[in-house]
């Protein structure tokens, strides 16, 4: 069926297979298109928005992700999972008269809201969304992190810092998109590698140098091979440690890189699937950084989830979600925020081990309640099958007049957040005037009174002429806050960043930390895709002239590089 988005007017198709998943959890097909769905979970998370409150039960300061000026009682993490409240004291009678997305954003002003999502964080004050922390800062989505900052969507990442889509990693800066590695620098989908500077889609190697495309190689640069003499000799040349020398470096890289055959997508042990970063699954289509999935559609971050459509940041098992994100486990969602191990759960947040609740938030081990009231087992259920009916009849219509119905995910204008604190704006950005034209929130940063110590121009250019005095200037970030990253405009270097950039002969960053990530993110797959062609023209890989294949691509059209289907790269690579 073609559909036509209710909020950008774009052409959508919703497939057969797509009309059996609604059929299956008894939700109506969706009005908004994917790109659309996903922009509004989005703006459901606000990771790396950290403000100043005070706990609204034990009075101590705290971060929270929620601005101040916000009418939200916000607990700190120790109370919030405390035994000094009671979850269920908080209740709300439902009005048929009113819409319920309406009553949902009124009733969440009541209840009180933890300050950041930590579980088990040591010394880890300024992360969130995670579990087992030590050592960390500002670090956002992951687990089982140590001595790691700047990181975002990490797990098992030790001594590294700046990186985004990582696990097992170690000693590693400023990398993408990379598994199983150590000391990778400025690096881009590589694997299971060591010693790697700038070198993009690399398995397997040591000791490589701006390649691309290796598999199995060691004491390479530029693709080419080198003794191990000469190539440390090479390197040496090179000047890494040099900002200056670092730039050129990047250019003839950048040059090099267009020469080489790219894969039309990343996958491993994937069947049947379309997306980029796809391991050790099957069926998982339109779908990005997955592993162990399994008939899903429409999926973002997801690690051993099956039978869901439209999810982000779910793991550890879920199964039968529907707009759902930021979640562990359980089964039978949809759009659950910030649930752990929940079944029969509808329009829940963080509610934790419950089950058949509908519309209740910060419930743990409870069932059969609504907006966080309890019923017995036959009350719940025909009160609960009367809102879906109410929710289809008396949709909510937000300020642009876009109707929000049952099972679609939350409204952005109700959402607690300002559009531009949230993910949304990292992967849908828009302007001011452009989220105010939107019906959505935009907030501005707080004034800070930073008395820049360095501009970035005044750096030392190699990170052997930098003094330990460094640590307590004020650096200027480079863009000065005129770009649309969330700009800091300023930032400091921490004494174990400048231990870890000396070490490994890496000169002082230019940009604040917001503007890093979003180079990064920049650098990143994109999460859609494009129908094209293989460009492969050679005739060693089976075919005549220009290769007959065809794929979905995570490569836009108009971008630069030579795109293979994956068997002309194999044949190349391999």
Excluded at 336 to 360: A, K
Excluded at 484 to 509: G, W
Aim: hydrophobic share 30%; proline share 5%; with cysteine.
């Amino acid at each position: 069926m073609k559909k036509i988005c209710t909020n950008c007017d774009k052409d959508f198709t919703i497939e057969p297979d797509d009309f059996s998943f609604y059929e299956k959890i008894k939700v109506p097909p969706p009005t908004f298109c994917p790109d659309c769905r996903l922009q509004r979970r989005f703006a459901s998370r606000n990771e790396r928005f950290l403000y100043r409150r005070e706990c609204a039960l034990c009075g101590k300061k705290t971060l929270a992700i929620y601005a101040p000026e916000e009418p939200y009682i916000v607990y700190c993490t120790t109370c919030w999972w405390g035994d000094g409240w009671d979850p269920s004291f908080y209740t709300w009678e439902y009005d048929f008269s009113r819409p319920f997305f309406e009553q949902y954003a009124e009733f969440k002003k009541t209840v009180p809201h933890e300050a950041l999502y930590q579980a088990n964080f040591v010394n880890s004050d300024y992360a969130n969304f995670g579990f087992n922390y030590r050592d960390c800062y500002l670090v956002s989505g992951g687990w089982d992190n140590e001595r790691l900052s700047y990181a975002t969507q990490v797990n098992n990442v030790l001594d590294s810092f700046d990186i985004l889509l990582g696990n097992h990693l170690e000693l590693c800066y400023d990398t993408i998109q990379s598994a199983r590695s150590s000391q990778l620098r400025h690096c881009l989908s590589c694997e299971d590698s060591s010693d790697l500077f700038m070198c993009t889609d690399c398995r397997s190697c040591v000791s490589c140098f701006g390649c691309v495309g290796l598999r199995n190689k060691q004491y390479h640069i530029f693709n080419q091979p080198y003794s191990k003499t000469e190539y440390e000799k090479k390197i040496a040349e090179f000047h890494i440690d040099s900002n200056e020398a670092f730039e050129e470096i990047q250019k003839t890289f950048n040059e090099f890189a267009l020469t080489m055959p790219y894969r039309s997508s990343r996958f491993r042990n994937a069947n049947n699937c379309t997306g980029d970063n796809i391991n050790d699954s099957k069926n998982a289509l339109h779908s990005f950084a997955i592993t162990g999935g399994e008939d899903l559609k429409y999926g973002l971050f997801l690690a051993q989830t099956k039978d869901t459509y439209d999810c982000s940041y779910v793991g550890k098992g879920g199964e039968r979600l529907y707009e759902v994100i930021s979640s562990f486990g359980g089964a039978d969602q949809i759009a659950g925020v910030r649930t752990l191990f929940d079944r029969n759960s509808f329009y829940s947040e963080d509610c934790h081990n419950c089950n058949d609740i509908f519309g209740c938030i910060g419930l743990k081990k409870k069932a059969y309640c609504i907006f966080n009231k309890e019923y017995p087992k036959e009350e719940y259920t025909a009160l609960r099958d009367r809102i879906i009916e109410h929710m289809k009849t008396m949709p909510y219509s937000d300020s642009k007049g876009r109707e929000h119905s049952f099972g679609d995910f939350w409204p952005i204008e109700l959402e607690p957040f300002a559009y531009n604190e949230t993910k949304a704006q990292e992967h849908f950005p828009l302007t001011k005037e452009e989220m105010v034209a939107n019906g959505f929130r935009f907030r501005d940063r707080e004034a800070q009174d930073y008395r820049i110590t360095h501009s970035a121009n005044d750096l030392p250019d190699s990170i052997r002429e930098v003094p330990d005095s460094i640590t307590e200037s004020i650096i200027g970030c480079m863009h000065q806050g005129e770009c649309i990253d969330n700009c800091t405009r300023a930032f400091k270097i921490l004494k174990s960043e400048l231990e870890f950039y000396r070490r490994m002969s890496i000169p002082l960053p230019r940009l604040c930390p917001n503007c890093r990530h979003m180079t990064r993110v920049a650098k990143a797959s994109p999460f859609k895709l494009w129908h094209r062609a293989c460009m492969c023209e050679k005739a060693n890989h089976e075919h005549s002239g220009t290769c007959p294949n065809e794929f979905e691509t995570p490569y836009a059209p108009e971008r630069p590089e030579i795109l293979y289907c994956e068997k002309c790269y194999l044949s190349e690579v391999v």
